[in-house]
């Protein structure tokens, strides 16, 4: 039976409202709404609203899901001040559309809401246990656990991006030489960053970073760039994050034995840079059984997962 969902993104810097239909285990984006992330919770709620009547016309809408940065409650529909929402504390987001619209909603974080996605839809389909790790801004992982989403006594269930994986090294989650730290988006730059300044006081620039006024511009991609065409400081950086990803990967696989770990933004696009080090770590790291029955694999839905989390969220509601 065909069902009609809209996926709301609440981000930072920009926001997304979807119309998707499913039909049976497909999944089809009828339509979509962009805009840069107003300043006030209430605006950015109201514009929300304004897009969704647009997108609903008179069409039957079976459920909202909404996907957030946490921390959150999703068992009472609230934001509770993600670091990059300043201002969303305690804000009833499932309370606004289910009032103004009288459409079950549900809220998920976004790490629990791409898990949900690949589940349903990608790389995780058919799967009881999985997990799926965000490696973009930050690192966070989704997990599905015994055919069911797992997200803990109070939804900081799957915040390993917390876990100290170094004595020092770059801050990621608040806190020096953690996993986020050495395998996100921003703690990638960071450790670029301090590696350049050195090099470039030694004589030795790299090309990703000639010159110390070079230094802010400094991000995952210009080293990803730099690495690729064979600049030896950002192939040492990428081996760098390789391993520190092998360590966080063995601790979860030792921990839970899932079937696969999804890794999504960074780890799709570089997957070369990473792969060989990584697997080399988990052989030395990870029990062999538990080894055995793991696969790694980047998002079955590639870069859209952003685009499905939240109708997941909605779907996943039904159950």
Known sequence: MSERLIGVDIGGTKCAISLGRVDGNQITILD?????????????LDLFAEHLEELKGNQA???????????????????????????????????????????????QNDANAGALAEWLWGAGRGLDNLIFLTFGTGMGAGLILNGQLYSGTNDM????????????????????????????GGGIARLAFAKAEAAIRAGNPPTFAPTLAD?????????????????????????????????????????????????????LRQRHLL?????????????????????????????????????????????
């Open 215 to 267: 230094l802010p511009d400094i991000s995952t991609r210009t080293v990803a760039e730099a690495a690729n065409a064979g600049d030896p400081l950002a192939l040492e950086i990428f081996n760098t994050v390789a391993r520190r990803l092998g360590q966080g990967l063995a601790l979860l696989i030792d921990i839970l034995n899932p079937q696969r770990i999804i890794l999504g933004s960074i780890y």
């Open 157 to 184: 269930g799957g915040e390993v991006g917390h876990i100290r994986l170094a004595d020092d090294g770059p801050v990621g989650f608040g806190k020096a030489g953690s996993f986020e730290g050495f395998c996100s």
């Open 275 to 319: 792969e060989e080090t990584m697997w080399a770590v988990l052989h030395e790291e990870v029990i062999p059984y538990s080894l055995s029955v793991v696969d790694i694999v980047p998002p079955g839905l590639g870069e859209s997962i952003g685009d499905f989390a939240a109708f997941a969220v909605a779907h996943y509601r039904q159950k």
């Open 61 to 107: 809408i079976t459920a909202i899901g909404i996907s957030c940065g946490g921390p959150l409650d999703s068992r009472r529909g609230l934001v509770l001040e993600p670091p990059n929402l300043p201002g969303w504390m305690n804000i009833p987001v499932v309370e606004y559309f289910e009032q103004r619209f009288h459409i079950p909603t549900a809220l």
């Open 32 to 44: 979509k709404r962009r805009f840069p992330t107003p300043a006030t919770p209430q605006a950015t």
